[in-house]
């Protein structure tokens, strides 16, 4: 079945550095990929998104690019804030809203 | 955007009784909501596809006499913990998918501790 592998964290930063958060996936057919990222006691907020090979998804300052050749979907951010500290998940869709999640990597940006 | 409320947000009950979590989608009409299980510092795991007007589709390995889910119209479905014991706390959390739209829009969650 599909699945998602991502690097296991905490992942801790110092503010201003680079962060990236390796995904990848199996999947049988032509999923979509989605990042998403939880704040502590909040639901799941869609951080970006790509629905084919070769999108890239951004969004507040993240990128991520769907690599059908390498079936990753790496999250990168080139600055990160305090505020950036969060759990972030990759997650694929094969079918609408029907999601399959990595197990999550938490990220801690210190001053 | 498309807004999706859940509702309670956080809940303790004894051991034995139920607790019925409510998912709504205020401004856009959902056929299908879906429940998800989340342990603390796991990630999500899919419970159940809700679809309205039809019985839900669970997971291998999830109970569908414990967990019951209805979807009773187009922006509600609920799901009700029965018989809740402590290895059933856990944070929920449902989402909707809206047509044409290739995203799922995440209810705030729901923290349940049995005690």
């Known amino acids: 079945g599909d699945s998602v592998t991502q690097m296991e964290g905490p992942v801790t930063l110092s503010e201003e550095a680079f962060l990236t958060i390796n995904c990848t996936y199996t999947?049988?057919?032509?999923?979509?990929l989605f990042w998403y990222v939880q704040y502590p006691g909040e639901g799941l907020q869609l951080l970006l998104k790509a629905t084919k090979a070769d999108d890239k998804g951004s969004n507040k300052g993240f990128e991520a690019t769907y690599r059908k050749e390498t079936t990753s979907f790496h999250l990168e951010k080139g600055s990160v804030q305090v505020s950036d500290s969060a759990v972030y998940f990759c997650a694929l869709s094969d079918s609408w809203g029907k999601l399959q999640f990595g197990a999550g990597t938490q990220v801690v940006v210190t001053p | 955007g498309a807004v999706v409320s859940q509702h309670p947000s956080w809940v303790i009950c004894k051991s034995g009784t139920s607790v019925k979590i409510e998912c709504r989608s205020l401004d856009f009409q959902a056929t299908t909501m879906f429940w998800y299980r989340q342990f603390p510092k796991q990630s999500l795991m899919l419970m159940a596809t809700?679809?309205?007007?039809?019985?839900?589709?669970?997971e291998q390995g999830v109970e569908k006499d414990k967990f019951l889910i209805n979807h009773a119209s187009l922006t509600l479905s609920t799901l009700t913990v029965t018989s809740a014991h402590p290895e059933d706390s856990s944070f929920y959390i449902c989402?909707?998918?809206?047509?044409?739209?290739?995203?799922?829009?995440f209810g705030q969650g729901t923290r349940l501790t049995v005690v």
């Open positions: 999947a049988t057919g032509y999923p979509s």
């Open positions: 989402s909707a998918d809206r047509q044409g739209i290739t995203e799922a829009f």
């Open positions: 809700s679809n309205e007007g039809s019985k839900a589709t669970y």
